[in-house]
């Protein structure tokens, strides 16, 4: 008959026969069915019934009855079946439609109508309506006659998810019975079918429902969806699956298309329709014309947005008049959920995404890839069926996916477009990933959901994105030909490692830096000439691992051409890895893109960036994939029975199980016994530490500082001063037991009860703290209390720490810009917030070293992380503890080999669970079954015999992750069963752990919890820290780690199952962590071993090579200790090991992209060099970008990150700082000041009643008490007296003790006190800052300039800056608008202020620690304020003060101390009295009525105290005090007037005052002290020098000792100068005070960089009398004298200050001085009577100090001194340029004199 093959084969012949006759009986058609166009095919061809379903021999289980090719083919005799095994028997055919109900009657009659059952073929699909090949309907749905025959594997659905359903572990057991479970049945009823067939229309023959309204399809290769228009039905359409070759081009009339007819009921699934009419008759179209399908079919459909509907019309030549639109080729339907509805699109991530159609794109029947029937093949023929009918089930729906909405449009040109082949995935073995490069990648059609388009390169390619930097130069930039070469060269010298973007980069860096100008022997610069022949010599040179393709055409030409040969090739073997496509046209740019082919490299790229969606929806066939692996294992030559096994010695122990622990027990014994034994409680069960280590103090104290620099940097962003008080929330990821580890932590750290947030110490009460982000209601309404509370407390720094929630910051987008919140973000992957968008500022970040743990802790603890484990691969004296598992990596690649549509974690997790399942039986028999690793086969064995060997039951933990929950909780299921069934459910535990999910534990072992800690049976772990010492299996699920602790008691953690997701650092570093902990260890000579090791560094470069040095030293230190505590065994898959072990010193970080929340900024870039953290986060916000935008605005200055290797201390390090941080708070508002220890003056002869007021000839009849009562005095030298004690003396040398604190209170303070820059209330802030809302009180400063004609220094220029709000304190004048005065009220006239006295604040300490804030202690009222400053002070004192007026002192004054900045205040004030003085008299005004006193204060006092009558203290305002002092009779006839210092020890006596020296707070009545200067070259005693000479005037002076003021206590000295060293000498030695003074002339002194007359004060104060501390001099009887004022000579050594121009002195009759002291560098040379009168003993000591040499000689000559002094002439160590001071030092010899009166 012409058959090619010759003849034809009976058997086949009467099946064919059999089944033609059988449906031309159940035909209503008149036309037979085309039996001889079935057979009459080529030799490759199958019969064509797609109805027919062959039926193994004796019901042999389907699953064993396909041979298995290597490449997971299968054998043409069993197209339909799935498993190992060869066919045998060639199968019996069996009908899969109903039977005949009884004979058919040969005689006339009628014919009776039955109904069909309701197991009708129409009814038993939910997802599609046709039978495809290869996929059967479920058995229940099936005749009567094929009830009795398992469906294949891939058949068997569940409406359920497979953590639902009840068949967990049969999934990984065959032998368990593996009935199918039914399905859901349509979502529209079926219509009941009589023998004649349903006639309504809109329903098939069979009842299905075929309207467009309703229909969901799924269709086969080739065919699409097209829709029929009935007279009967106008409303609606009829859906038909029709062959796409039978159909014309859309847009096309002309275009070649096979004639005839090929269509499929999309309702029913009946296929293999011939004939138009037939197909018509099937599906009810009711025609009343001739049925042909250019008069029926009218429309594609398409799908928009999930919905199917009418596309365009179908270009028949007789309408080709109508406009043609865009037509889809395949119409896929996306995956329909349980309900039958269409589930939504999926978002893929950037990278690979499956390409599908959209909504329209064209039929794949163009003229250029059909294929006309060969002659002798019938016209009616299935083009489809020589394809489907030989591929294997589980290939075809792997290639299903749901529709992308990536996917562009193809154009209408076919030439712009490229079609993939139909069995493009089954030669490759894998889908093909295409990595779009240069160029546009052109639209995919046809079978797309065999290709993966990739972006992964393209970012290299484009232009303006690849230069190292902006403003890099073009000669720096490759062209797109080089660029192309070296992604070639790249890809290819990659081998089986998998590509990365990153890598490639580093190969584009180094082809633009490197200057040999070669790339493997090509030009550094590539032409588009040269670029064909250089990369088919690369792609020769690879062993065929690449190919190269050059076309000229178009890019879509040469991707259709390498596709069509991939899909040809005939062995997947044959295939290459990557086929690179050039396209290279003549007039326009170069086109570049790359066919991933290589299984193990488009499955990586694959698989890898799916997205956790797409993945959950790969798993949907777990349970047909299970079973496939299952029945493999069952009976390949290499696999063992292992549920034989199980169960024959699970019967063998006969109901009795293994003991839980103590190996004195017997072998086996009573599950009952089992469940009763208790462990007794262990003492030595380790707790987690919860004690502070240094580096955690450290990084607490850094994030301090940080947040200290935000407020000073600027006070609108953060101001400390406003906060009373610290609030917190704890932000974690969704996952339950990190909660409870964070609420663990924060109740052991007893912060809340340390900042005051709770009042009861209990574990609950910290959970209003902790919120988990996810979206349940608790959550929500927690943080809306949050918020709450954050608006109405004002006055609380809430602190807000994000951790570990990357940069995930919904919900508190309300708060981000509020005042009173500081975010704080703690990560241990920091890429996500490390961008060039992020909201933290690069300084705002802290991290926490592990070299910081080594350095500050004492104890043997350390950190054993990432880098560590990295360490230990180089390892030489034992196995390092990162390890691969070679051998599980080659049983999986081996397996995926054979079922190439098998996702790898499938394949992965099935092998795994089976190795740990034959590693437990081994373990339980003790015998040696094949199909477990090493490394497996010895974690177990550690996990079941440790329990046995200690008597209290501990062992170690196995950590198994499995990142899909869907295999986990399989695998949970499985080895449970297994541990139960060998008799092991008493030794070991398996736990299933998830972020949603609590831990639990089963009694037995719960209660051995208990029973270790003692503690009740209410308790329940809680975390997993609390599982310490449990033997168990932990399986960790879920996509993601969360940074949860593990306990001690981990021994390995399994990782071999985590290859996707690895693809970047964060992944990688979040699954090490978990195996991250601090270990105790013990050194061993580590110093030898260093030197053994080679390990030493080279003690020249120790400062160059400081960082590799602490990690060379790390390293070793971890090498060479023995341990107590050995860190866990880490087995990582190949991939990662790969990654790690490449790169050992932490370079791996350069090799993989940061995170998957990011992207890069260019292709192009320079390479990370560095490991250290500031570097690659540097790097990081430079070169990469976050992948979504950031909700904040950027740098925001109130948000911090803290970051550090993982479980390093973090969490301890933020509870840390927000103690701290609240105790800096309360200190701010707790001021610490000065308790001063007094004693009791000489009493008064004339007492006055408390409080009132002094009267003025009572003070002057006072004596002048000279005791120095203030503490901060307590370095000088006692003014002697007569009744100075022995005690006195005593008491004040050992009061002044190196570096001991003076005494000190805390005060808190309030609205009566001072306050520097850091308080900040709305009362204040105009007083402060000048904030205001009204434009006429912008805030403008004008310098005014000030010159002072002093005698002494000459004429010298100050300056005020006067800010605008202080113009009206001054008077200028009209016309140039200079500065006259400051203006003076008159006595006796009311003033428009509150106080009269104008107030001079000396700036000593820092200007944001002075208390310059007297808003509040003022009560309000005005005043007149200047701060008073040094020149170089002044830009800090403007920007923390802008509202204050400043006087600039000149630029002398900058090397001065405070007796210079008092003398400048004076002389300024004296000459400003003068001014006003002189104005009021032009004015008619009494000169001499202008107001005389100023208050000259400190910057340090805080607050006033007055005592009242009865004795009690009230505290009032400066204001009120001020006032009152003013308001006294007779306070302009007083010279100096002052107030007492505070001190808790101080008794207010019946005196009222006191006459005594005045510092801190002084009214200078600048009139009679006209005469009298401070004096300017004094430095810490300027006060009692003054006041001493001011009374040595006789002017009164006078203390009021119930007024007392408080000083705040500063460790900073009165800004002293520094002392240091001239560059231009040498150092020899420390400078110390004996080294101050050198002999005239002497060059080899080091000579010093510090004002003379500072280092002549420290040197008469330090080492100048100390010659008389060593002799047996009485100093208490003998002091030392003091010429014109008062000079200290230190602690011990009293003086007795006196002047010769105050008359003769009664204490000098009968004295005989230890010393003399002369300085005539402000005073005048005392007269020569008034020094021969003064008696010394013998060896007293001279110091004459003169301004230089001259002077001194000149005072020598006219005192006379050579007469009875020894002198010796010195000078201060000081350069030229300043000017260095004379210093005559003699020793009275009383042989000197008496030897010249007996000359005379």
């Known amino acids: 008959m012409g058959n090619s ?116 073929l129409a009814q038993s699909y939910h997802q599609q309506r046709y039978i495809i090949p290869g996929q059967f309907p479920p058995p229940h749905a099936m005749p009567p006659l094929m009830c009795n025959v398992p469906p294949p594997p891939s058949l068997r659905h569940s409406d359920k998810p497979p953590t639902q359903q009840h068949h967990h572990s049969r999934l990984l057991s065959p032998k368990e019975e593996r009935s199918p479970r039914g399905q859901r049945s349509s979502a529209s009823p079926a219509r009941p079918a009589t023998l004649e067939g349903c006639q309504d229309v809109g329903f098939c023959k069979a009842g299905a429902d075929i309207r467009l309204s309703s229909i969901h399809a799924k269709l086969p290769d080739r065919f699409v969806l097209v829709g029929a228009t009935s007279p009967y039905l106008p409303e609606d359409t009829l859906v038909a699956a029709v062959d796409g070759r039978f159909l014309p081009l859309p847009g096309n009339a002309q275009s070649l298309h096979l004639t005839g007819f090929s269509g499929d009921c999309v309702g029913c699934g009946k296929r293999g329709f011939r004939y138009f009419s037939e197909f018509a008759n099937h599906i009810n179209l009711k025609v009343v014309s ?83 029937p060969p002659k002798k093949r019938h016209r009616f023929h299935n083009l489809d069926e020589e394809k489907q009918a030989g591929e294997s089930p589980v290939k075809r ?58 972006a992964l390169f393209r970012r290299s390619f484009l232009r303006g994105t690849n230069e190292l930097s902006e403003g890099a130069q073009t000669e720096n930039t490759l062209n797109q030909p080089t660029r192309i070469l070296l992604l070639i060269k790249y890809l290819l010298q990659l081998g089986p490692r998998l590509p990365y973007c990153e890598g490639f980069a580093a190969a584009l860096t180094r082809a633009v830096t490197e200057t040999d100008g070669s790339l493997g022997g090509t030009s550094s610069v590539v032409t588009r000439e040269q670029l064909p022949s250089l990369a088919k010599l690369s792609a020769d040179a690879s062993h065929g691992s690449g190919r190269v393709v050059v076309t000229q055409d178009s890019l879509a030409a040469g991707l259709t051409e390498v596709l069509q ?44 960036s799916t997205s956790s969606a797409d993945r959950a929806n790969q798993h949907s066939t777990i349970a047909e994939d299970i079973l496939l692996l299952a029945s493999h294992f069952d009976k390949s030559c290499q696999g063992i029975e292992l549920d034989d096994l199980i169960a024959k010695f699970s019967a063998h122990l006969d109901g009795k199980v293994f003991p839980p622990f103590n190996s004195a027990l017997p072998a086996k014994i009573d599950e009952s016994e089992a469940s009763e034994m208790k462990p007794t409680p262990y003492e030595d069960l380790h707790e987690r530490d919860t004690s502070l280590h240094p580096h955690q103090i450290r990084a607490a104290m850094m994030l301090l500082s940080r947040v200290c620099s935000i407020a000073d940097r600027d006070r609108s962003s953060l101001d400390l001063g406003r906060f009373t008080e610290v609030g917190l929330l704890i932000v974690t990821p969704p996952s339950e037991v990190l909660y409870e580890q964070t609420v663990d932590r924060l109740h052991s750290s007893r912060i809340l009860l340390d900042v005051n947030l709770v009042s009861m110490d209990s574990r609950d009460a910290g959970k209003p703290f902790v919120m988990k982000l996810d979206d349940r209601t608790g959550s929500q309404s927690q943080l809306e209390d949050f918020v709450a509370n954050v608006r109405s407390k004002a006055e609380t720094l809430f602190v807000v720490v994000l951790d570990s929630v990357g940069s995930d910051q919904s919900g508190f987008q309300e708060i981000a810009d509020v005042p009173n919140v500081l975010f704080l973000h703690v990560s241990s992957t920091p890429y996500s917030l490390q961008t060039r968008n992020t909201p933290i500022p690069r300084e705002n970040e802290i991290h926490m070293d592990k070299h910081q743990y080594v350095e500050g802790d004492s104890s043997h603890s350390r950190y054993f992380g990432i880098r560590d484990y990295q360490a230990s691969l180089g390892w030489t004296n ?123 534990v089963h009694q037995h072992f719960l209660q051995r919890l208990q029973a270790w800690r003692g503690l009740p049976s209410s308790w329940a772990p809680a975390t997993y820290e609390d599982l310490e010492g449990l033997p168990c299996i932990l399986i960790l699920t879920d996509e993601h780690t969360h940074g949860e602790s593990m306990p001690k008691s981990l021994k390995v953690v399994d990782l071999r199952l985590v290859n996707e997701g690895m693809f970047d650092l964060a992944g990688l570093e979040c699954e090490l962590g978990l195996a991250s902990s601090h270990v105790t260890r013990t050194p061993v000579d580590a110093r030898s071993t260093e ?125 840390h700082f927000c103690r701290v941080l609240h105790h800096m708070l309360v200190k701010l508002q707790e001021v610490e000041v000065d308790d001063d220890h007094r004693t009791t003056g000489p009493s008064n002869p004339d007492p006055a009643p408390l409080g009132g007021p002094p009267d003025l000839s009572r003070v002057e009849r006072m004596t002048f008490d000279t005791t120095i009562y203030q503490e901060r005095y307590k370095h000088c030298s006692l003014i002697w007296h007569p009744g100075m004690s022995k005690q006195d003396l005593t008491r004040r040398a050992t009061s002044d003790v190196q570096g001991k604190k003076n005494s000190t209170v805390l005060v808190k303070a309030t609205k009566l006190t001072s306050h520097n820059s850091f308080h900040s209330c709305e009362e204040c802030q105009s007083y402060c800052t000048g904030d205001s809302t009204k434009e006429s009180e912008i805030l403008t ?62 700036m000593r300490n820092l200007p944001e620690q002075s208390l310059a804030n007297l808003y509040h202690v003022m009560d309000g009222c005005r005043h007149t304020l200047v701060l008073v400053c040094k020149e170089k002070d002044t830009d800090a004192i403007r920007k923390q003060w802008p509202c204050h007026t400043v006087l600039v002192l000149p630029l002398l004054a900058n090397s001065m101390g405070g007796g210079g900045l008092k003398y400048f205040v004076k002389r300024v004030a004296t000459q400003n009295l003068r001014a006003e ?130 000083v705040k206590s500063t460790l900073r000295e009165l800004n002293p100068p520094d002392i240091i060293v001239h560059p231009s000498t040498l150092s020899r030695g420390p400078i110390t005070a004996d080294r101050f003074l050198v002999l005239p002339g002497a060059d080899d002194c080091a000579l010093l960089l510090a004002p003379p007359h500072f280092v002549v004060e420290k040197y008469l104060s330090d080492v100048a009398f100390q010659g008389l501390l060593s002799s047996s001099m009485d100093l208490l009887h003998h002091p030392v004298l003091v010429m014109e004022g008062y000079i200290s000579l230190g602690p011990k050594i009293p003086v007795f200050p006196v002047s010769s121009t105050a008359g003769p002195v009664s204490e000098l009759e009968g004295m005989a001085f230890s010393g003399l002291v002369i300085d005539t560098c402000l005073h005048p040379v005392p007269s020569k009577q008034f020094i021969q009168q003064s008696r010394f003993i013998d060896a007293a000591q001279l110091v004459l100090i003169s301004p230089d040499g001259n002077s001194a000689r000149t005072a020598v000559m006219e005192l006379d001194l050579e007469r009875n002094w020894q002198l010796e002439t010195l000078q201060t160590a000081n350069t030229r340029e300043d000017g260095p001071m004379a210093v005559i030092r003699g020793t009275y010899r009383t042989e000197l004199s008496l030897g010249i009166v007996g000359q005379l």
């Open 5 to 120: 093959q010759g003849q034809l084969k009976s058997s086949r012949f009467e099946n064919a026969l059999h089944m033609s006759i059988e449906q031309s009986l159940r035909s209503s058609s008149a036309t037979p069915h085309p039996l001889f166009s079935q057979l009459y095919l080529e030799k490759d061809i199958k019969v064509g019934l797609p109805e027919v379903l062959p039926v193994p021999p004796d019901h042999v289980d389907p699953c064993r009855q396909v041979a298995i090719s290597p490449r997971g083919s299968t054998q043409q005799e069993s197209v339909h079946q799935r498993g190992p095994g060869p066919p045998q028997v060639p199968p019996r055919l069996v009908s899969p439609l109903p039977p005949i109900p009884g004979p058919i009657p040969l005689v006339h009659g009628p014919i009776q109508r039955v109904v069909l059952p309701p197991s009708s």
């Open 1091 to 1215: 030197r053994c090791d080679g390990d030493e560094t080279g003690t020249g470069d120790e400062s160059t090579k400081r960082h590799e040095k602490s990690e060379q030293d790390a390293t070793t230190a971890t090498r060479r200790m023995e341990a107590d505590e050995e860190p866990p065994l880490v087995l990582v898959s190949r991939q990662a090991f790969v990654v790690l072990n490449e790169a050992q010193s932490g370079g791996y970080a350069c090799s993989l992209p940061p995170c998957n929340d990011t992207r890069w900024m260019a292709g192009l870039r320079p390479p990370l060099t560095s490991s250290s953290s500031e570097d690659r986060s540097s790097y990081y916000r430079e070169w990469t970008e976050s992948s979504h935008e950031m909700p904040d605005t950027m740098n925001h200055p109130r948000r911090l990150l803290l970051y550090g290797p993982p479980q390093i201390g973090k969490t301890g390090a933020y509870l």
């Open 290 to 372: 001739e049925a042909k399908k250019e008069n029926h079919l009218r429309y594609y459909i398409t799908l928009r947005q999930g919905r199917m509907v009418k596309g365009a019309l179908i270009p028949w030549q007789d309408a080709a008049a109508r406009e043609p639109r865009m037509l889809p080729a395949v119409v896929e339907v996306p995956p329909q959920s349980g309900d039958g509805r269409t589930s939504p699109d999926r978002e893929h991530p950037q990278g690979i995404s499956d390409i599908h159609v959209k909504e329209e794109s064209d039929p794949p029947g163009s003229s250029k890839d059909l294929k006309q």
């Open 1477 to 1606: 003085r002189l104005r009021y008299q032009t004015l008619g005004v009494d000169p001499g009525s202008v107001w005389p006193l100023i208050l000259i204060m400190e910057d340090w006092l805080f607050s006033w105290r007055k005592t009242d009558m009865s004795r009690s203290e009230v505290e009032v305002s400066l204001n009120s005090v001020i006032c009152h002092v003013e308001a006294l009779p007779d306070i302009t006839q007083f010279a100096l007037m002052g107030v007492d210092q505070w001190s808790t020890r101080s008794k207010v006596t019946q005196r009222d005052c006191r006459k005594s020296f005045v510092d801190n707070m002084v009214f200078l009545n600048v009139e009679l002290t006209e005469d009298v200067q401070y004096n300017p070259y004094e430095f810490f005693h300027e006060d009692i020098d003054f006041s001493w000479r001011v009374h040595n005037r006789q002017l009164p002076i006078c203390t009021l000792a119930y007024l007392q003021v408080m």
């Open 397 to 454: 729906r792997m290639h299903s996916h749901p529709p992308s909405p990536e996917v562009k449009l193809p154009p209408s040109n076919a030439k712009d477009s490229a079609f993939v082949p139909a069995n493009l995935a089954d030669c490759c073995g894998t889908k093909v990933a295409i990595l779009e490069c240069c160029g546009s990648l052109p639209s995919l059609h046809g079978h797309v959901s065999d290709v993966s388009v990739s």
């Open 878 to 1000: 034992q196995t390092p503890l990162l390890q691969s598992d070679e051998t599980f990596e080659l049983m999986a690649e081996s397996l995926l080999k054979s079922y190439p549509d098998l996702h790898s974690r499938i394949a992965g997790t099935y092998l795994l669970v089976r190795q740990y399942s034959v590693a437990i039986l081994n373990a339980a028999t003790g015998q040696n079954h094949r199909g477990a690793t090493d490394a497996t086969m010895v974690t177990v064995q550690d996990l079941i015999a440790s329990p046995l060997a200690d008597k209290h039951g501990r062992g170690p933990m196995v950590l198994l992750r499995i990142p899909s929950p869907q295999l986990a909780a399989l695998a949970y299921q499985r080895l449970r069963q297994v541990r139960d069934r060998l008799g092991l459910s008493y030794r070991f535990e398996v736990i299933l752990a998830g972020p949603d999910r609590a831990v639990e």
């Open 565 to 608: 040969s991939l899909a040809s090739s005939l062995s997947a073997d044959r295939c290459p890895d990557y086929t690179f496509i050039v396209c290279d046209p003549e007039h326009d740019e170069l086109q570049f893109c790359v066919v991933v082919s290589g299984p193990l490299q488009a499955r990586a790229l694959i698989e890898g």
């Open 1341 to 1402: 400063t004008r310098i005014h300039e000030f010159r002072i004609c002093d005698p002494l220094l000459g004429e010298v220029s100050c300056q005020f800056i006067i800010p605008s709000q202080q113009e009206s304190n001054f008077i200028f004048e009209n016309e140039t608008g200079s500065l006259c005065s400051l203006h003076l009220p008159v006595t006796g006239q009311e003033n428009k202020q509150a106080v009269k006295s104008p107030m001079f604040m000396l």
